[in-house]
Nanobody, 121 residues
C-alpha cells in the first residue's frame, strides 16, 4: 500500500514563500493524479491544486497566480511552491494520490498525514 510523506510546512510571514513536498513510497508503477488539499480549523478539506500524470493542472481560484504545483521526474513526488502567502492560507496541507498502480494491484486513493502551514500577519 502506498504511503505519502509530506514535508516543508512551517511558520512564515505574510508575503513569504514555502515549498511543500510529498513523496510516495512503495513499489509504485504509476500514479494518475497527485495533489494538495488543505483544511483550516472548523472548515472542510478543500482542493488547492492537482496535477495529472499527463501534466494537466487544476488550481483553486484562491491560489491561482501564487501557488505552483509540479511533479518530480520519478512521477511519485509532488511539490507545491507557495508564494505571496496570506494569513488565510493557514491550514493543514494534505497530499493526495489517486489511481495508484503497483505490481500488487490498484489503490484508488491515499492521503498523507498532513503538514501545518501557518502564515502570520
Amino acid at each position: 500500500q502506498v504511503q505519502l510523506v509530506e514535508s516543508g510546512g512551517g511558520l512564515v510571514q505574510a508575503g513569504g514563500s514555502l515549498t511543500l513536498s510529498c513523496a510516495a513510497s512503495g513499489n509504485i508503477v504509476s500514479i494518475d493524479i497527485m495533489g494538495w488539499y488543505r483544511q483550516a480549523p472548523g472548515k472542510e478539506r478543500d482542493l488547492v491544486a492537482v496535477i495529472t500524470k499527463g501534466g494537466s493542472l487544476n488550481y483553486a481560484d484562491s491560489v491561482k497566480g501564487r501557488f505552483t504545483i509540479s511533479r518530480g521526474n520519478a512521477m511519485n513526488t509532488v511539490y507545491l511552491q507557495m508564494n505571496s502567502l496570506k494569513p488565510e492560507d493557514t491550514a493543514v496541507y494534505y497530499c493526495k494520490a489517486e489511481g495508484v498502480y503497483s505490481p500488487y494491484g490498484y489503490q484508488s486513493r491515499s492521503w498523507g498525514q498532513g503538514t501545518q502551514v501557518t502564515v502570520s500577519s
